[in-house]
């Protein structure tokens, strides 16, 4: 059943159709509660979250022991301006950027990837 557009739409109600009647400051007035909602429930949360592993990050030590990005667990040996060496076994050293610290752990924890799968 094969009807043109041009039958459905002459067969429209006069009422039905929207003639852009309303307010000329609603459209403006939704995209800026729009992108206020967005920027409370998506970008706040995220910057905040950086901003706490940056410092996570600016406070790492000699003799901590971390989990990398990449799923590795060490212990930081030394610590550089934009880099750290990592010792993952007994005389083997990998050396790192800071950024691809994922926690760091204290004494006895568990990586939180780990309780989340138990």
Do not use: H, W, Y
């Given at each position: 059943m094969n009807i043109p557009?041009?039958?459905?739409?002459a067969a429209a109600p006069a009422g039905s159709c929207p003639t852009g009647t309303g307010s000329p400051l609603a459209m403006p007035v939704m995209l800026v509660?729009?992108?206020g909602l967005m920027y409370?429930?998506?970008?706040r949360p995220q910057k905040r979250r950086e901003k706490e592993r940056r410092?996570?990050?600016d406070r790492v030590k000699a003799g901590d022991r971390v989990l990398l990005t990449s799923?590795?667990?060490?212990?930081?040996?030394?610590v550089t301006e934009t880099s750290l060496i990592v010792q993952i076994a007994e005389k083997t050293?990998?050396?790192?950027?800071?950024?691809a610290i994922?926690?760091?752990?204290?004494e006895g924890?568990?990586?939180?990837?780990?309780?989340?799968?138990?």
């Open positions: 557009l041009s039958t459905l739409a509660i729009g992108f409370f429930m998506m970008i410092a996570m990050i799923g590795i667990l060490g212990e930081i040996t030394r050293k990998i050396e790192i950027v800071k950024a994922s926690q760091v752990l204290n924890d568990v990586p939180s990837e780990i309780e989340s799968a138990k």
